[in-house]
């Protein structure tokens, strides 16, 4: 897919101050519109069609520009940010303003990462599950596969990244847990944290009591691990 201006950006929300999204950085978030996985606990599944983002990215940008001084950066979230062309664009906009540039992805789009990593200072890694068990939690073939690249192309890249993992009682057992460690740490991943799951329903499956029991010994794999429970 060609890169479109940044105009044509389709904008699902906008989270004008958070400290949470990249460590240690004050932030502006904007969401962007469209993602082609359908992650049954997903928090925005109201961001899952492009169609239903707005074209209003000059409003935005004047905005920011009116933040500057009082921001680090901009984190630009989903969705999946990369189903958005324009993203470079608005990297690049982002960037002229005097802003550092963040990402929350999974990687659906290893190509288009490619594109936006020369332009990002930091990029937060949603990590699914293990590479094997993808399809199913996404119900889309080979996203496994899109993800693994992604990691890959982030890795080797030397931007600053965090790996995190949304985890969930039905899709995540601490087998499949201990399994997903060994992958990530394999592939030379260094910063990583669990996230307790924040759906927009209460879970079919509830949370077993000490559940999962394992993080302390996952936490040995890798130089930086966090458990955020709350």
């Given amino acids: 897919m060609s890169v479109k201006p940044a ?24 969401f962007l519109a469209g993602c082609p996985w359908r992650c ?32 680090d950066g901009v984190v630009f979230s989903g969705g999946e940010p990369l189903a958005e062309a324009a993203l470079p664009a608005l990297l690049a906009e982002v960037r002229a303003l005097g802003f550092a540039t963040g990402l929350h992805s999974g990687g659906a789009y290893p190509a288009r990462l490619a594109e936006a990593l020369p332009l990002l200072d930091w990029v937060g890694f949603d990590v699914k599950t293990e590479w094997a068990g993808y399809d199913a939690l996404t119900g889309v073939p080979g996203s496994g596969r899109a993800a693994r690249r992604s990691l890959e192309l982030l890795l080797a890249s030397g931007v600053a990244y965090e790996c995190r993992t949304s985890i969930h009682p039905h899709w995540h057992d601490e087998t499949v847990l ?34 999962p029991g394992n993080h302390h010994d996952i936490a040995l794999r890798f130089a930086d691990f966090t458990f955020r429970q709350h």
Wanted: proline share 11%.
């Fill in 178 to 211: 201990a399994r997903l460690a060994d992958e990530l740490a394999t592939h030379g991943v260094r910063h990583y944290r669990w996230q307790a799951i924040r759906p927009p329903a209460p879970l079919p499956t509830p949370w077993p009591a000490g559940w």
């Fill in 40 to 71: 049954g606990y997903c928090h925005n599944p109201q961001l899952w069609r492009r169609r239903d983002g707005k074209t209003d990215w000059p409003a935005l940008r004047e905005w920011l520009a009116s933040r500057r001084g009082l921001l």
């Fill in 7 to 30: 105009e044509a950006a389709r904008i699902g929300g906008l989270e004008p101050f958070s400290s949470c999204d990249w460590p240690g950085k004050l932030t502006a978030v904007v």
